[in-house]
């Protein structure tokens, strides 16, 4: 089946310690995302990719970091500069080209709390 | 750049009774607008979206909205809810012009019913 993975559920870890989250897809999809969700901000962009090799920030970037270098995955480092990063992560694919809209897929999410 | 106002953190209905979430948006350019919802400690779900055409667009578990672009809203409807229905929703609006892939989300709605 067709999806985006994001291991694992649950993610336990003590302050001051970096921390990577997986982001796998097997769709086929150029571009990635990942958002941070906190209880009553509804979910904000930390960094998007639309292409390997290539990442912007998005608008929470500070404390984060990001790779692509395979088509399918992206990972999340949550680095020791992030001053709150407890909160739920959510990874999303999509497919760029020449269709004007291409609907974002969603991945199950990672709940990080930092001790 | 846009924006996306939800103004009920919560709403609580009784089991197949109506109900209305509100969407309002600010935007310079043109949008596209859409709805999802989540289920607890789940990803995100598209439910239905407005990309052109007919102003009223309907899910295929009941739900409709409307774009009303004078309004600048995009109200979620259901004329009956059922306790299945009970998630966070979550109205966001891409800008229409092709390869801005960006999403914004709003702070999300609540809805619990009750039986």
């Known amino acids: 089946d067709g999806g985006i993975t994001q291991s694992p559920k649950y993610l336990f870890r003590k302050e001051g310690q970096n921390v990577t989250l997986s982001c796998e897809q097997n769709l086929n999809h150029d571009a990635m995302y990942w958002y941070r969700q906190d209880p009553g901000q509804g979910l904000r962009l930390i960094y998007y990719s639309q292409i390997v090799n290539d990442f912007q920030k998005g608008d929470i970037a500070e404390g984060y970091s990001v790779s692509r270098e395979k088509k399918e995955s992206f990972p999340l480092t949550v680095t020791s500069a992030q001053k709150n990063p407890t909160a739920f992560y959510l990874c999303a694919s999509t497919t760029s080209g020449r269709i004007s809209y291409n609907e974002q897929f969603f991945g199950p999410g990672t709940r990080l709390t930092v001790l | ?115």
């Open chain 2, 1 to 115: 750049a846009q924006s996306v106002t939800q103004l009920d953190s919560q709403v609580p209905v009784f089991e197949e009774a109506p109900v209305e979430l509100r969407c309002n948006y600010s935007s310079s350019v043109s949008v596209y607008l859409f709805w999802y919802v989540q289920y607890p400690n789940q990803g995100l779900q598209l439910l239905l979206k407005y990309l052109s055409g007919s102003t009223l667009v309907e899910s295929i578990n009941g739900f409709e909205a409307e774009f009303n672009k004078s309004q600048t809203s995009f109200h979620l409807r259901k004329p009956s809810v059922h306790i299945s229905d009970t998630a966070e929703y979550f109205c966001a609006v891409k800008p229409s012009n092709f390869g801005n892939e960006k999403l914004t989300f709003g702070t999300g709605t609540r809805l619990t019913i009750i039986p």
